[in-house]
Nanobody, 127 residues
Framework: QVQLVESGGGLVQAGGSLRLSCAAS????????MGWFRQAPGKEREFVAAIGWTGSTVYADTVKGRFTISRHNAKNTVYLQMNSLKPEDTAVYYCAAVDTSRRTVVPGRNPSLYNYWGQGTQVTVSS
């Protein structure tokens, strides 16, 4: 059974930091592209960052320079380090995965590309 479980969310002041973790139960984890998406109330799901099976990374312009995505394949875990948080970062953050079969060059930004999703973790940034 495929399972992605996010953790690390919480309440933080603007300018603060949080680190999100996504523990994945996936067959051949190293073959998956992993992504982070977020959804604020009344808004659609938004791409945040992704890391490919190759280790290549992609970031949304809104978080570039502030957020860092990484993965530890031996732990089947992907991380999102969030620094200099802003109130507009407030959202439920979701971890997602897609089996690339080692054929992709860079991870995708489109949520429809990902077929496994976690339940999300709430991040709230106060002003």
């Amino acid at each position: 059974q495929v399972q992605l479980v996010e953790s690390g969310g919480g309440l933080v002041q603007a300018g603060g930091s949080l680190r999100l973790s996504c523990a994945a139960s996936l067959r051949t984890f190293s073959n998956y592209d992993m992504g982070w998406f977020r959804q604020a109330p009344g808004k659609e799901r938004e791409f945040v960052a992704a890391i490919g099976w190759t280790g290549s990374t992609v970031y949304a312009d809104t978080v570039k320079g502030r957020f860092t995505i990484s993965r530890h394949n031996a732990k089947n875990t992907v991380y999102l380090q969030m620094n200099s948080l802003k109130p507009e970062d407030t959202a439920v953050y979701y971890c997602a995965a897609v089996d690339t079969s080692r054929r992709t060059v860079v991870p995708g930004r489109n949520p429809s590309l990902y077929n496994y999703w976690g339940q999300g973790t709430q991040v709230t940034v106060s002003s």
